[in-house]
C-alpha cells in the first residue's frame, strides 16, 4: 500500500486539459443521476406512465366509445395516446428537483463544489445529465405511446398516423415538455435548496400561477397568459393550427426560454452564496 | 503552499474568522488547532473558495483556489466525512468525483484500495461507519493526487487503528514533498501527528508554531505562593521569568528553574510558602493558548466575573 500512487502522469504544462470540463462535468453528474435507486425508480415510473397511460385510455375509446367527441381529429387523438405525458412530466418535475436538492442535507454539493469550483458549469453540467439521460427515455416513449395507440384506434377509423408532421410534432412537443418540467425543478432546486419548497413552487408555477393571471384586468391577463410557461407548454403540444394562444414553435421557443431564464437565475444565485 | 492573509469572515454580527494570517507549508504536516467554533472549518471553506471571504485572502499555489486549471488536482479536500449521500455507493461516489477530472475505474480503485474499503466499495455509504466515512473521504480527497490535502477533522470517530493509519498516511504525504493541512480540536492528537501548529481561538489566530517549540513551552511551570506575591512577582519578571497569577496568593512561573526562583526570593528577603514544579499537560497549554478566545467557557468565567 504505498500513498503515491500516481494518477495518470500530469506535469503542469498539460494540467489545463485535466480540469473539469463541460463533458466532464455532465458525466459525472449522468453518474450521480444513475447511481441513486430513488432517482432511477422516478424515472422508472415516468417512462411506464408515458407508455401505458395513453394505449390503456385509446383502448377504452375503441370498447366504449362514448366518452366526449369522436376522434375525428389528428390532435384529439393525439392527446389520447400521450394522455400519460403529463403525469411523466410531474415525475420528471420531481426528479429534476430531487437531482438538484438531493446534495444539500449531506452537504455533498460542497465536495460537488470543490471538485468543480466554477459552480456555472455544475449547473450547466447537471441540465445537460438530465437532458440527455431524460430526452431519449421520453422520446421513446412517446413513439412508442403514439405507435401502440396507433394500432388500437385504427380499429376506430382515428386520422392518428405517422404520414402526418403533427404526430411527429407531438411525440417531439411531449418530450420538450416533460425535459422542460425536470430543468425547472433543477432551477428552483438551487434556488431554493429544498425538495419541497422547490417542488411547491413547480407546481405554483404551473397550476397556480396561470390562475392567478387569470384574475388580472382583462387586456392585461390575456397579453400575459399566453406567455406564462404553463400556457406555453401546453400551447407548444398542440397538434391542430387553429385555437387560440401562440403558435406551437412559438411557444415551443417561449418554453425554452423559460428553462434558460430559469437555469440563469439559478446559476447567478448559486455563485453569489456561500457553499 | 497554502497563504492566508488578513483572511476575515463575517456572518451577519458574529465574526468567525478574525484578521488571521499565516502560511501551510509543503513538506510538513501542519495542524490547524482550536476549539469547536474557533473558526477552523470556515478557514478551510474559504481556502477551498466555497465561502467567499469578507476580507483578506486565502491562495493556493499564489492563486485563488477557483482560478487554479485543476483544483482537485492541485488541492484534495474533506471537509465533512458526512458530505456523501447517503444512498449512494461508496465506489458510484467516488467515480462521481474522478470523472470531473477525467479520472475513471483505475483511479478509484488505486484510492479504494489505499484507504482500504476496497471490499466495501458497492455499499451504500449510509451503512458506513464514521470510520469508514472518513477513509471514504480521504479517498476522494486523493483522487486527483493532489499537492496539498486539506482534511477537517479526519480523526474524528475514528479508532485507535485509525488513527494510527491516519497518522501515518499523512506522514507519507508530507514525506512525499505535499502540503498537508489538517485541523483538529484535540491537542494530543495533533502533537503527535503534527510538525507546525497553527492555533486559532475565537476566530483568531493564537500561535503560528514548530510542534516542538509549542511542547517544550508546555514543558513546566513553577507554582509559587506567598503572602506578598506582588512584590515576588516583580522581582521575578526582573529576573527574566514570565509570571501569571494563580490564585490569591500564588503565582505560575515559566522561563525559570526552581532553584533560581529559590536563590531569589531568599536575596531579596522574600517569604515563601510554597514553591512546587507543575508538569503541564498538552491540554494546559492548549488551554492557556485558547483561553481567553474560547466561545464556550465553563466555570472560570463565571469566577472571574464574580470577582470584579
Known amino acids: 500500500m504505498s500513498s503515491s500512487v500516481p494518477a495518470t502522469e500530469h506535469p503542469m504544462s498539460t494540467q489545463q486539459t485535466q480540469g473539469p470540463t463541460l463533458t466532464r462535468v455532465t458525466k459525472s453528474e449522468t453518474v450521480k443521476l444513475r447511481t441513486l435507486r430513488s432517482h432511477v425508480a422516478l424515472l422508472a415510473a415516468a417512462a411506464l406512465f408515458l407508455l401505458v397511460l395513453g394505449p390503456v385510455q385509446a383502448l377504452g375509446q375503441v370498447i366504449a366509445p362514448q366518452g366526449g367527441p369522436p376522434l375525428t381529429d389528428l390532435g384529439a387523438a393525439t392527446s389520447v395516446a400521450l394522455n400519460g405525458g403529463v403525469t411523466a412530466a410531474l415525475l420528471l418535475g420531481v426528479l429534476g428537483v430531487l437531482s438538484v436538492t438531493s446534495e444539500f442535507p449531506s452537504a455533498l454539493v460542497r465536495t460537488t463544489f470543490w471538485a468543480v469550483p466554477r459552480r456555472g458549469l455544475v449547473v450547466r453540467g447537471k441540465a445537460l445529465a438530465f437532458s440527455g439521460l431524460v430526452l431519449p427515455i421520453v422520446l421513446v416513449g412517446a413513439a412508442v405511446a403514439l405507435e401502440v395507440s396507433r394500432v388500437i384506434l385504427g380499429r376506430i377509423g382515428s386520422p392518428l398516423t405517422w404520414a ?3 404526430t411527429w410534432w407531438a411525440a417531439v412537443a411531449m418530450s420538450l415538455y416533460a425535459v422542460g418540467w425536470g430543468l425547472l425543478g433543477q432551477a428552483l432546486g438551487w434556488i431554493l435548496r429544498s425538495a419541497v419548497g422547490a417542488a411547491f413552487a413547480l407546481l405554483g408555477l404551473m397550476f397556480v400561477l396561470p390562475m392567478l393571471v387569470a384574475l388580472l384586468p382583462q387586456p392585461a391577463a390575456d397579453a400575459v397568459l ?3 410557461v404553463s400556457e ?5 403540444m398542440r397538434v391542430d393550427q387553429g385555437g387560440s394562444g401562440l403558435a406551437p414553435p412559438v411557444a415551443a421557443l417561449v418554453w425554452v426560454g423559460w428553462m434558460v431564464a430559469g437555469l440563469v437565475v439559478a446559476t447567478i444565485t448559486v455563485r453569489r452564496r456561500d457553499a | 503552499m497554502i497563504e492566508i492573509e488578513n483572511l476575515t469572515k463575517r456572518f451577519g454580527s458574529t465574526v468567525a474568522v478574525d484578521d488571521i494570517s499565516f502560511t501551510v507549508r509543503p513538506g510538513l504536516v501542519t495542524g490547524f488547532l482550536g476549539p469547536n467554533g474557533a473558526g477552523k472549518s470556515t478557514t478551510m471553506r474559504m481556502v477551498l473558495g466555497l465561502d ?6 486565502a491562495h493556493v499555489d499564489g492563486r485563488s483556489f477557483v482560478d487554479l486549471p485543476s483544483p482537485a488536482r492541485a488541492v484534495g479536500a474533506m471537509l465533512d466525512a458526512g458530505q456523501v449521500h447517503p444512498r449512494r455507493a461508496a465506489q458510484a461516489h467516488l467515480t462521481a468525483i474522478a470523472e470531473t477530472i477525467g479520472e475513471g475505474r483505475v483511479r478509484v480503485q488505486q484510492v479504494l484500495d489505499l484507504v482500504g474499503l476496497t471490499d466495501q466499495a458497492r455499499r451504500r455509504v449510509g451503512t458506513f ?3 469508514m466515512r472518513q477513509r471514504l473521504g480521504i479517498a476522494a480527497a486523493l483522487i486527483g493526487d493532489p499537492g496539498i490535502i486539506v482534511l477537517d477533522e479526519p480523526m474524528n470517530g475514528l479508532d485507535p487503528d485509525g488513527i494510527i493509519w491516519v497518522r501515518s498516511l499523512l506522514r507519507r504525504l508530507a514525506d512525499e514533498g505535499r502540503t498537508v493541512f489538517v485541523s483538529s480540536h484535540l491537542m ?4 503527535q501527528t503534527a510538525d507546525h501548529l497553527v492555533v486559532v481561538g475565537r476566530g483568531r489566530l493564537v500561535a503560528d508554531v514548530p510542534t516542538e517549540q509549542l511542547l517544550s513551552g508546555a514543558a513546566s511551570v513553577v507554582r509559587v505562593r ?3 506575591p506582588a512584590r515576588l512577582a516583580r522581582v521575578l519578571t526582573d529576573a527574566g521569568a514570565t509570571v501569571k497569577r494563580a490564585g490569591d496568593s500564588a503565582l505560575h512561573v515559566s522561563d525559570l528553574e526552581p532553584a533560581q526562583i529559590a536563590r531569589l526570593t531568599l536575596d531579596h528577603r522574600l517569604e515563601v510558602h510554597e514553591l512546587v514544579t507543575e508538569r503541564r499537560s498538552l491540554e494546559d497549554a492548549f488551554l492557556e493558548l485558547t483561553h ?14 464574580v470577582t470584579r
Open chain 1, 164 to 166: 402526418e408532421p403533427g
Open chain 1, 226 to 228: 399566453p406567455l406564462l
Open chain 1, 232 to 236: 406555453a407548454g401546453s400551447a407548444m
Open chain 2, 52 to 57: 467567499r471571504p469578507t476580507g483578506g485572502t
Open chain 2, 129 to 131: 461507519s464514521l470510520g
Open chain 2, 188 to 191: 494530543g492528537e495533533m502533537a
Open chain 2, 226 to 228: 506567598g503572602p506578598e
Open chain 2, 292 to 305: 481567553d478566545a474560547t466561545d464556550y467557557r465553563a466555570d472560570h468565567t463565571t469566577e472571574r466575573t
